[in-house]
């Protein structure tokens, strides 16, 4: 852990105000988009809700890597904590972003990259969804599907199959047959309970929680390919700093800092613009997001071989 000298300390008072504050404010957007009188101020709460609720997915994050707390009890409780707001399971969260981390940018996850022999009606549903916001559905739904029928993923995971390799699902499902099962429909429960407890407390309608969520969905979705397309094939290096206006930078807690990130994992959100290389390009996140919108490109054939080394 940073906190025992092995890099810098963990914020962790202010990580707890953070994730106390972002709470608080994702509740009053709810309010604020289920009980406003007019459609404008309504929308408004539901962009406002899409960033504070990046922080707290940024503090998720955190907690995934073990730097929220440098206490782990605490560490772990302020995950599960924070994963009742994107909702999710803590430990689903954890066993995925860990395995993107030993994936990143191999043939597991290129997504921006058609592969010779891919599906090329599958490539581009999936980047299309995650441009939309689709990709967000997956996960609250992904999770109380496993909560409720455990076997499922061994069906989902398609081990042997095109669909398998090229989506990613064996090696991730298979990842997550392995966590504990119990902690995860516990955790799933915590968050149905946290979410029926707001939508009780704040007298909220299905449409202001839908406003809310499908704009997180699409803020949320798109940054988490942004940080990555026509990045580097490389497992630490496959990522970017992308520039992005400074009140942003500060709402997703330097989440943008994404190949600093990579390089450094267990570096708190804090310290990362310390570890920003300079003399790597920084594109602009507007710029990769549009990009992005013309669809996957095929694989450059030079970066074929080291791509392949990389894997191995």
Not at 70 to 84: H, K
Not at 261 to 266: L, T
Request: proline share 6%; net charge positive.
């Amino acid at each position: 852990m940073t906190s025992e000298g092995r890099g810098p300390p963990i914020p962790a008072a202010l990580n707890v105000v953070l994730l106390a504050s972002a709470l608080g404010a994702c509740a009053a957007c709810l309010w604020v988009a289920t009980h406003a009188e007019t459609w404008t101020v309504r929308l408004l709460a539901a962009v406002a809700f899409s960033f504070v609720n990046n922080t707290v997915f940024s503090l998720l994050h955190e907690a995934t890597h073990g730097v929220l707390h440098p206490v782990r009890w605490v560490n772990d409780g302020l995950g599960r904590l924070a994963a009742t707001l994107f909702p999710t399971s803590f430990t689903m969260q954890r066993a995925f972003h860990l395995n993107h981390h030993r994936h990143n940018r191999t043939h597991l996850e290129q997504f921006d990259y058609f592969r010779p022999g891919d599906n090329r009606l599958l490539k581009r549903a999936q980047w299309y969804s995650i441009l939309s916001g689709l990709y967000w559905l997956f996960v609250p739904v992904g999770a109380v599907a496993f909560a409720l029928v455990p076997g499922l993923l061994h069906r989902l995971r398609g081990t042997g199959t095109r669909y398998g390799e090229q989506t990613g699902a064996d090696a991730y499902l298979g990842r997550l047959e392995a966590a504990p099962g119990a902690a995860i429909r516990w955790e799933v429960l915590l968050a149905v309970a946290v979410q029926a407890g707001l939508a009780v407390a704040l007298e909220l309608s299905v449409t202001g929680q839908a406003l809310c969520y499908a704009a997180f969905a699409v803020n949320w979705s798109g940054l988490q390919y942004a940080d990555h397309a026509w990045s580097p094939l490389h497992v630490r290096d496959g990522a970017w700093d992308l520039r992005v206006a400074a009140p942003v930078r500060w709402l997703f807690l330097n989440y943008h800092y994404h190949r600093a990130h990579h390089r450094h994992p267990q570096v708190p959100w804090l310290h990362l613009g310390h570890y920003v290389d300079p003399d790597v390009p920084r594109p602009s996140f507007l710029r990769v997001w549009l990009s992005m919108w013309r669809g996957p490109r095929p694989l450059p054939a030079a970066t074929l071989p080291a791509a392949t080394l990389e894997e191995r």
